[in-house]
């Protein structure tokens, strides 16, 4: 047990010293907040786990859709698993009536949402909705811009417990300041409410999002793609790559988000798509699914719901992982755990098949440590290894691990 706790707090100390060159890079994007008074609200302090209707349904949301997702995410192991919150994205909005105070579209929503709201929280998960600090949101609906507090209170009333803000049509508004406005607005309500900023780090939030949200995503959004730009959106490794540098910003309550979850919508193969949810875990990125669940295969269930990757995300350290070895398409990622173990990513960015080693060393533990070997996505223990490990890891795959004094 002691000698658990002095090797623990030994590696700590050894791997946060071999950050140097990590923290170079971030350097680059700026600082960490040296004034963290203000904090936002005390909640997310595990990545925020849930469903959001955008990457699959986009604009074609409805009622039936969402009532069909708490249907599934309740019953079909999800819930147990740690999925929590279902966000209707962009496009559920009708008119503000003559008050301005903001309504359902009647067509897709003709229950109103408040009726929805209970619905998912009788399912024993939470609700969470999107809006945008301009005028309109993308999706050309009306946004909060002037509204703030009203929209709010109609969140709060309805028991919104979560909100996406998006960052379209907001002029020369700044960033921090409109998102400060409506966490304010937020908190005004003394309704627990995880606020989620969209503003794709054009004004690099991880330099003050966590005194107003809980999450801000670093870049613009996700396409079911593994690589490559297309409009204003990018592949899962080009997310990975502008998100991982980001990494000492993120932490309990605030975590900086790559955005939605692609698994299972069919533009990647299942290992590609093993990949992108070990990234994510590794990364403590929010895991909000984005694909039907409702009538998901096994193979895309099998990702969604193994739970030792899960805990890798959900680990209460709260430390976001990072690559600490690049070799052409051999990369290995780490990220500390409570307890003193680690996680660790041997990821292939190719398509042929690499073998891919770790050393204690890269991991901040002692060079010669004899350590427990548990393999994440195979779900069995591995001889224990002295010093290093080797795995041959399949093009485009990846090896997940959690390595243990
Ligand atoms: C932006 C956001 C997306 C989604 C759409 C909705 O593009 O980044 O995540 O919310 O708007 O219109």
Redo the contacts with the bound molecule.
């Keep these: 047990m002691i000698r658990n706790i002095i090797f623990g707090a030994l590696a700590a100390v050894l791997l946060f010293a071999g950050a140097a060159p990590a923290f170079a890079q971030a350097a680059d994007a700026g600082t960490p907040s040296k004034d963290p008074k203000r904090i936002a609200n005390g909640l997310a302090l595990t990545p925020p786990m849930g469903w959001n209707s955008?990457n699959k349904f986009?604009?074609n949301v409805n009622e039936k859709i969402i009532r069909d997702t708490a249907d599934s995410m309740s019953s079909n192991g999800m819930k147990e698993a740690g999925y929590r919150y279902i966000v209707i994205?962009?496009?559920w909005h009708g008119q503000r009536d003559e008050n301005g105070f903001i309504t359902a579209d009647p067509v897709k929503f003709p229950s109103g949402i408040k009726a929805l709201a209970d619905y998912v929280h009788s399912k024993g998960l939470k609700f969470g909705i999107?809006s945008d600090a301009g005028r309109q949101?993308?999706?050309g609906r009306p946004g909060s811009q002037g509204h703030e507090y009203q929209d709010a209170l109609t969140y709060a009333r309805w028991g919104v417990d979560y909100l996406?803000y998006?960052?379209?049509n907001t002029g020369t508004r700044n960033a921090q300041e409109a998102y400060t406005l409506m966490a304010d607005a937020l908190r005004a309500t003394g309704r627990d409410i995880v606020f989620s900023l969209?503003e794709?780090g054009n004004s690099q939030p991880w330099l003050w999002g966590q005194k107003a949200g809980n999450l801000w995503?670093t870049t613009?959004?996700i396409i079911d793609k593994w690589e490559g730009k297309y409009d204003?959106s990018w592949g899962m490794l080009n997310i990975v790559d502008m998100n991982e540098p980001l990494w000492p910003f993120a932490g309990p309550g605030h975590w900086n988000d790559p955005?939605?979850l692609e698994v299972g919508n069919g533009g990647m193969t299942d290992t590609q798509y093993r990949s992108h949810f070990s990234l994510w875990a590794i990364m403590a990125a929010p895991l909000i699914a984005g694909n039907d669940i409702a009538n998901m295969d096994a193979a895309t269930r099998e990702i969604l719901l193994n739970r030792e990757v899960i805990a890798v995300d959900q680990d209460v350290l709260g430390v976001q992982g990072r690559r600490v070895s690049r070799d052409g398409n051999r990369e290995v990622w780490v990220k500390p755990l409570s307890g003193g173990a680690r996680a660790v990513l041997l990821f292939n960015r190719g398509e042929r098949p690499e073998t891919i080693s770790v050393d204690w060393e890269a991991l901040g533990y002692p060079p010669k440590m004899k350590a427990r070997i548990r393999d994440l996505w195979t779900h069995k223990d591995l001889t224990p290894a002295t010093g290093s490990y080797s795995a041959m890891v399949p093009g485009y795959g990846v090896a997940m691990l959690k390595v243990q004094p």
């Design positions: 955008w986009a604009c994205d962009d496009c999107y949101t993308c999706g996406k998006d960052w379209c969209c794709w995503r613009g959004d204003y955005d939605m």
